[in-house]
């Protein structure tokens, strides 16, 4: 295989994240390098034409990735809740849940925290048991990085799936099914702080990748990511897989 590289960005206006700035996007991929440059152009044209806000600070980060620790794996099937309302939705996505086992209190925290973060850059890491917060990393979460799609099999997925093709679907299938895809992975909960974008899933290598067509009111700024972990994990581990291990979605 070719050469590949990890891109990643970040942007926050009032200043970079851990001086208090105010998180406007983020993005990662892996991509050949043929494609590193026109990656780049993508993630970088995300941070400044964005509807949290105007980035003043844009952090894009190159890597280029040892081929032999690839690990490969095949996108999460996909299926589609149409909901009629946010109430309807987020009752669909608590029972999607607790069929995964999922806990009562865990999903209402889990509801709880992407209802009241406006300003979350990566997941928190909650307890699908308890429902407690194991992560400590308050605003800035655990990001999955190094995960990117093959470019000819997003080409044939997206024909075979009309209407998804768009860059943040395929952004999302391949965060989910590297997520799902983690030691002590239960679900994901996910819904974009983007105040346009109220479409949000949940997922997990059990039932796929099931949007929801309504989890947030237009024009809210909440929004986030949970993983619900089973209570042997190692957050440690966890971590290492999220953020070092390269995925190549294909
Ligand atoms: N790792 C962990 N958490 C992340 C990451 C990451 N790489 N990227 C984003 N997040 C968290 C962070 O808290 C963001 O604020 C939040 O997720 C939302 O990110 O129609 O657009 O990029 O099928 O705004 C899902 C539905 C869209 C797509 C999700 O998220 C569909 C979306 P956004
Ligand atoms: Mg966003």
Redesign the pocket.
């Known amino acids: 295989m070719d050469e590949i590289y990890s891109v990643r960005m970040r942007a926050a206006e009032g200043g970079p994240h851990e001086k208090g700035g105010f998180?406007i996007?983020?993005?990662?991929t892996l991509v050949l390098k043929q494609s590193l440059e026109e990656a780049a152009r993508q993630l970088l044209k995300k941070a400044i034409s964005h509807s949290r806000g105007e980035a003043d600070y844009i952090q894009l980060v190159v890597e280029k990735i040892e081929v032999k620790k690839l690990v490969r794996l095949t996108p999460l099937s996909?299926s589609?809740d149409v909901v009629q309302s946010v109430e309807e939705g987020r009752q669909q996505a608590v029972i999607h849940l607790r069929s995964l086992g999922v806990s009562e209190s865990a999903i209402r925290n889990g509801l709880e925290l992407l209802l009241s973060?406006t300003n979350?850059?990566?997941?928190a890491v909650l307890s699908a048991s308890t429902g407690q917060r194991l992560d400590l990393y308050k605003d800035r979460?655990?990001?999955?990085?190094r995960m990117g799609w093959d470019e000819d099999r997003f080409i044939q997925w997206s024909a075979q799936h009309p209407g998804?093709g768009?860059p943040?679907?395929a952004?999302?299938?391949a965060?989910a099914t590297k997520?799902a895809h983690a030691p002590f992975m239960v679900a994901e909960l996910?819904?974009?702080?983007?105040p346009e974008?109220i479409?949000?899933?949940i997922a997990s290598r059990k039932t796929g990748?099931v949007?929801i067509t309504q989890l947030k009111e237009k024009g809210s700024l909440c929004?986030?990511?949970i993983?619900y972990v089973m209570d042997q994990v190692d957050l440690a581990s966890l971590q290492t897989y999220?953020e070092e291990i390269p995925v190549w979605i294909g």
């Open positions: 998180h996007s983020g993005g990662e996909v589609t973060s979350l850059r990566g997941a979460g655990i990001r999955a990085t998804l768009t943040r679907i952004e999302a299938i965060l997520v996910c819904w974009s702080d983007d974008y479409t949000g899933y990748y949007r929004g986030g990511r993983f999220l």
